[in-house]
């Protein structure tokens, strides 16, 4: 997309901020730059509680539990600070995941040593009621793409609890192999944690036609890799 171009999902939204306009855009979903606009649509799912139930799905600490208090105020804080971090041993990508044009979730893309190294990780969450219909792989396929054909990555990286049987199944379903494991802590708990790695090689063997990045040149010196 042209630096000052109208966003095709509202028209007028454009930003001074080039990953605010980023787009990778798939056959079912559009990953949107996440904006405040976009945020602000989702503070209702969020303060509704992204989890309610086991196995917890997020690490501490975490403003995604049904009973986190000001959950909406520190995802907020934690985005906002997050979209202000970026220098050359870190930067993370927000993405506000759009289904119809509806904001349903988020798909981040992080990058550690990122030009050094060519490494990315990856989160992601969606609302409750849009689970398990296949979203949770495109939106990862979606923001792989971006990673490996926008941004020329060597390998990505994804971790879950082990019992996060979604999350690790969308990761075995595009490619990735098991990593080893670690451990982290949810809701004040030990629990041990799953870790993949996709190569480069490997998402090459399954590389899509049909997703589209717009905005990827404008974002390259934001993130230092012009
Ligand atoms: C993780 C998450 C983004 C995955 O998205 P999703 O749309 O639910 O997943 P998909 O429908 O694309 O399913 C991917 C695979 O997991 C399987 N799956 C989905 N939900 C499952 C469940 N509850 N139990 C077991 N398998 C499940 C699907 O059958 C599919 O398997 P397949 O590749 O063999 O077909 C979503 O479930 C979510 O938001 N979970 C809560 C937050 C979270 O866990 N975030 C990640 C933190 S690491």
């Known amino acids: 997309m042209a630096a000052g171009a109208a966003r095709a999902y509202g028209p007028g939204v454009s930003h001074s901020y080039p990953p605010l306009n980023l787009e990778v855009r798939t056959p079912r979903l559009t990953l949107a730059g996440a904006s405040d606009e976009l945020l602000e649509r989702l503070v209702p799912t969020v303060r509704a509680g992204v989890a309610d139930a086991e196995p917890w ?12 208090p000001d959950r909406e105020w520190r995802w907020l804080r934690a985005v906002w600070a997050g979209r202000g971090r970026v220098n050359e041993s870190f930067w993370r990508l927000y993405f506000v995941v759009l289904l119809d044009g509806e904001p349903v979730g988020m798909q981040d893309l992080i990058g550690v040593d990122f030009a050094k190294y060519g490494t990315v990780t990856s989160f992601s969450w969606l609302a409750p009621g849009h689970r398990g219909h296949g979203l949770g792989a495109e939106m990862r396929a979606a923001v792989l793409h971006l990673a490996f054909a926008g941004l020329g990555a060597r390998e990505a990286e994804s971790d879950a609890f082990a019992d996060n049987r979604a999350s690790n199944k969308v990761s075995r379903s595009l490619g990735y192999r098991p990593n080893g494991t670690t451990w982290d802590t949810r809701r004040g708990e030990a629990a041990p944690i799953q870790r993949w790695l996709l190569t480069r090689a490997a998402w090459e063997q399954a590389r899509r036609t049909d997703i589209e990045l717009l905005g990827v040149e404008e974002c390259l010196p934001v993130l230092g890799l012009a």
């Open 57 to 68: 799905p997020f690490d501490d600490p975490s403003s995604f539990y049904q009973d986190s």
